[in-house]
Each structure stands twice: as structure tokens, then as C-alpha cells.
């Protein structure tokens, strides 16, 4: 810990007496700075001023310092990286990508029931039926993974991924559907602000479907309603089914049928700066954003030889919509039955489940 505190008036000196102004070459002794401006090409990634160029620059040392630290403790078998969120503190990190519930509405962890426990709701009933492992991507039923942008419309893209899901897997075409006629026409929930995806399939339900992405694209911010797209369905359902409260086995039956929507929270650093493996924490169960479950699994062992990883270690398959350059291809695998019997399951997973039916 002393490394900090030496570390400290040293940045400072740096800031103060300005020897990192502009041309940033002043600055090429600073190891870090050749690595932030390739991580800053990588992700395309411009800042309007000096200022806000160096601002950035602290960011990224301090996240790139909880990375290291954080990987050279080995923590359960997966890892963090510098991820496109790497220039952002955790607080402005959660202010954009989230979206679960309306903002200003607190506490919606909506629990409906915390008391029924695994060995209760789940291992009396038999799930010996159920294959051992699902994965809906190689049935060719999950889109590509998208990206919401600076816009809370995590609830959107979670129901959306769903609703293709069962498309195909009933009609037999992978047909990539509108986020955006959600975000702009459904007036239950608030937009970018955030909603649920429960009103997204009570909003397509009503609206007898919703239509493709190809004819109402991702604009990433909120726009007026484009009601001649509303009678342009390309899918509907005929409505949508809760899967029963922290319930993993509930959860595991409904996922072995169709991709499942799920609220979580993804609110901590090591989801800003997840890199790949089995997620294992640290989370609550304070839900705040939307995914998609496209299946489970358990790992064979070191397959990938990185040293990461137990083998036999269970766990879900989630589709994100932070863009495929974040985590594993844009998907976080995340660890099923934690330790402990954990009935809300990892983040919350378990807690508020739900799909459409066709
Ligand atoms: C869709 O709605 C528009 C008006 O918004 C109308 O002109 C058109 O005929 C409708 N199309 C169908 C197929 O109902
Ligand atoms: C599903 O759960 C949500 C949240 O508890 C609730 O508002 C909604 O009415 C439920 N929907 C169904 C179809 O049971």
C-alpha cells in the first residue's frame, strides 16, 4: 500500500506543473500514456480538449491499477481488462450503460418472495430431463450482440433478445427486431431512462408486434415515435410469462426452452471492467440493468490453457448489449448455483425472469 501514496504527489507534481500539456509527446516517459493512446485507438476514442485528454488519462491509471491488482489475485477464474469503459469512474460508468426501472424510482429489487430457497423450490422437483448444457447461439436464435450506447435502454435490447429468440426457434428465421420503436413508442416506460421488460412485451403485445431493426434502427438517444411503423410488425407474441422468483432450477427449465430476459445488477467495477471467464462477483441483488440468459453450461477445465478457470464450474450464458468488443464477444458467462445456495442466484439473475410467448 505504500506504492500509492508515493505514487500520489508524484501525479500531482505531473498535473499542477503541466509537463503533460499539449503536444502529449512531452509526456512519452509516462508508460501509461502509450498504453492509454492504444487503447484509445482501439476503441476510436477522442476527447475534446487537453484537459479532458489527461482527465481520461487519471481514469484509465486508476482502473488499469484495479485490473492488475485485481488479476494478480486471482480471483476465482476470471479476469478483468482495460475495457471500452476503462476511461470512465464506476459512478459515470453506472449513469450511462444501465437502464433497469425508471430512473428516480429507487429500490425496485422487487423480491417477490426471497424466502424460497434452492432446496425448496427446486431440487424436490426432477430436472434430470433437461440437457446438461444450452447454447441458443449455435441454434442460430441470438442476434448478433448490440450495442445500447449512452442511452438506458438496457430493458429494450434484453426483451428484444428474447423475442428473437422464440422467433426462431418457432418461425425458423432469425429476424433482428426494433429496440428503438420500443425506446420511442412504448410511453410506459421512459426511454433511454430506462423501463422494464415486462411493459416491452405488454407494449408489443398491445401494438400487435414490433418491427425489425432494419426498419426502425438504433439511434442510441430518445426520438418521436414513428407511428407509421407501428403497423409494420415483423413479429409478435401473444404474451409473456414471469419464471418463478429465485428460482435457478425454474430458471434453468425456461432457458432449456428459449432465450430468458433478466435484470441484474451490473453496477460494480468488475462488470465495467469484466474480461472474460466465469463471473463469480462481487454483486448485489439490487437490480439495475437487463440482459439476456441464451443458455448454461459448466466448464471442462483449462480449456483455453490461460490458467483461469475450475472445471465443472456452472454457469449461465448472457447476451449484453455493451457491444461485442466488451467481455467474452460482448456475452459475460456467469456463475450458476453459486456457492452458498444463493436462491436470488449471482446479481440477482434469478429474481425477475421473464419470456414471451409465440
Ligand atoms: C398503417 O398505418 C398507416 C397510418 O399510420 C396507414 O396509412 C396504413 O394503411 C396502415 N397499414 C396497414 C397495413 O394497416
Ligand atoms: C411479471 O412480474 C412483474 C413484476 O413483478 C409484474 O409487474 C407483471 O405483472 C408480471 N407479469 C405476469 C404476466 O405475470
Redo the contacts with the bound molecule.
Sequence with gaps: MARPSLLLPALLVVVVGGVCAAPASACADDPMLERFQQWMGRHGRLYGSTGEKRRRLEVYRRNVELVEQFNSMGNGGYKLADTKFADLTNEEFRAKVLGFGPHGRTGHT?A?STTTSLVDSGMAEDYSDLPKSVDWREKGAVAPVKNQGDCGSCWAFSAVAAMEGINQIKNGKLVSLSEQELVDCDTEAVGCAGG?M?WAFEFVMKNRGLTTERNYPYQGMNGNCQTPKLNQSAVSIS????VTASSEPDLLRAVAAQPVSVAVDAGSFVWQLYGGGVFTGPCTAELNHGVTVVGYGETQGDADGDGGGTPGQKYWIVKNSWGPEWGEAGYIRMQREAAGGVADGLCGIAL?P?YPLM
Design positions: 422487487t417477490p422494464y415486462s404474451g409473456y410469462q414471469n425477475l421473464s
